[in-house]
């Protein structure tokens, strides 16, 4: 089992940034892919970055290509998100996510706003 807490949300101004967090419970070891998800209010959930085990590709959803940088720390067991010039259209309650065969990890969640 692996249990995945995320921190860093907030309440930033448009262009402002941040970083989110997300830190797991136990190593992961093996091919995985770890992965930044969104979902605002009314919308389906939408992949926002992935990373795979090693750090070797990263992939980004176009809205956020160029602005939006995933990252991971192995000895941490920890994934992050670094977000820049943020946008209103960014705010979302976000999910950390770690991808390993069949299975599907998903952290609690935490709140992005971006005011206008």
């Known amino acids: 089992q692996v249990q995945l807490v995320e921190s860093g949300g907030g309440l930033v101004q448009a262009g402002g940034s941040l970083r989110l967090s997300c830190a797991a419970s136990a190593t992961i070891s093996g091919i995985y892919i770890m992965g930044w998800y969104r979902q605002a209010p009314g919308a389906q959930r939408e992949r926002v970055a992935t990373i795979i085990s090693g750090g070797g590709s990263t992939t980004y959803a176009d809205s956020v290509k160029g602005r939006f940088t995933i990252s991971r720390d192995a000895a941490k067991n920890t994934v992050y998100l670094h977000m820049t010039n943020l946008k209103p259209e960014d705010t979302a309650v976000y999910y950390c996510?770690?991808?390993?065969?069949?299975?599907?990890?998903w952290g609690q969640g935490t709140q992005v706003t971006v005011s206008s």
């Open positions: 996510s770690v991808h390993m065969g069949p299975r599907d990890y």
